[in-house]
DNA sequence: TGAGAAATAGGGGGAAACCCCCAAAAAGCT
DNA sequence: AGCTTTTTGGGGGTTTCCCCCTATTTCTCA
């Protein structure tokens, strides 16, 4: 079961600017998880919460620029905003260039970290809505056998089963089978539907 | 014909800095054509032509964010490396969200130019060799009439013809008129390769 | 070692798609 | 008005696909 309701994260050093954001956040409703670093965070984040972080960049052991890129690696969709409290040009750029949601100077207007807050939490939603749709399509290609996923390929290039025979050193009525079990594990409704899944999961595999 | 010598693009009100520029990338061989304002640049440029842009953030009149914001509501592709003076996380932010190449301080290692500059250019040529290939594609399409469209449409959701006359109010036959002209038209070589260009252009079309 | 899945291959038939031919009404464009 | 394109429809045949059934060999796993 997932969580519906989401999370912020927040990631800082200092105890008052954790009590102060938490309060802050929490004034609007929105639950709130602290932790005093990276890695503290890292180990205690479950990646099916939904949610986003809330991250200090200057920090001692992992900067919040480290966890921002640690997270993108772990192909986590939380949405970072980072915060700065001294401008660092060069940081902000980075961080946008690995992906950051955002990166805010300190101090901050309140309101404007809120609606901040609220886009992020609005990414997450949609990214978490897209990536249930790629599991669900991917849950089913990965029933396929080894011989189905090559009759698949060849399928999805616009062979013809004649020609798919001939490649794999089949008989034409085997790869008939094999076509009519990858269409029946995948589900697809026609040749157009099969073509679309199989796009839509290379697109996000590279 | 198009050309393929890349050229950068400097745009600064500063008379030395331009210079000193076309120098720098001039002396790795590169092609360089300087412009006093945005404005003036955004005048000039031809579309078709392959580079990438150097600009100033502060400039009287048009800022460089603007120009590059332009760019962007034009479709350009071409990557715009924004220069600034003074440290300012809040531009380079806007400027990163706006889908700048990069955003560098003043004073610059020279080399490091050239080496952001050195893959700007190689991002362009990416980006170009996509277009152009998205643009054979959608003049293929352009070639269908209303109704090719109408029956594509339903072809690419995956309607047998049958039901696709249906749909219409056709004869099964002319739909299979209209197909086969949508092959033909299109130069797709099967229905797989047909869904596959559909999709690519839905794809840089929203 | 035995059950089940995967891979192989076939028969037969029906549905769909694809291919050529044709033709005529309707709409658009000089 | 005359020409072109579009849209419409058909005849008839070939190819491909899809679905029912059976059957053997191999492989894996419990």
Redesign the interface.
Same mark, same amino acid.
């Given at each position: 079961m997932e969580e519906h309701k989401p999370t912020v994260f927040v990631v800082d050093d200092d105890p008052a600017v954790r009590d102060s954001l938490r309060w802050l956040l929490a004034s609007v409703d929105l639950d709130v998880e602290t932790y005093a670093s990276a890695p503290e965070f890292l180990d205690a984040y479950d990646p099916d919460k939904p949610g986003c972080v809330l991250v200090d960049v200057r920090m001692p052991g992992m900067s919040g620029l480290e966890l921002q890129e640690e997270l993108a690696s772990r192909s986590t969709k939380l949405p970072v905003i980072i915060i =700065?409290g001294h !401008?660092?040009?060069?940081m +902000?750029?980075r961080a946008?260039?690995g992906g950051a949601f955002?990166?805010? @100077?300190k101090p901050f207007n309140d309101q404007a970290l809120l609606d901040l807050v609220q886009k992020a939490l609005e990414r997450n939603r949609e990214t978490i809505e897209a990536q249930v749709e790629h599991e669900h399509i991917q849950r089913r290609f990965d029933l396929l056998s080894p011989r189905e996923r090559q009759v698949l390929d060849l399928?999805? !290039?616009? @062979?013809?089963n004649k020609r798919i025979a001939f490649n794999l050193g089949l008989s034409e009525k085997t790869v008939e089978a094999h076509r009519a079990r990858v269409m029946e594990k995948t589900e697809a409704? !026609?040749? +157009?539907?099969l073509?679309?899944m199989v =796009?839509l999961l290379q697109q996000h595999s590279s």
């Open positions: =700065t !401008s660092d040009v060069q +902000a750029v946008m260039k955002d990166f805010i @100077e399928i999805v !290039s616009g @062979e013809p409704g !026609s040749l +157009a539907d073509v679309k =796009t």
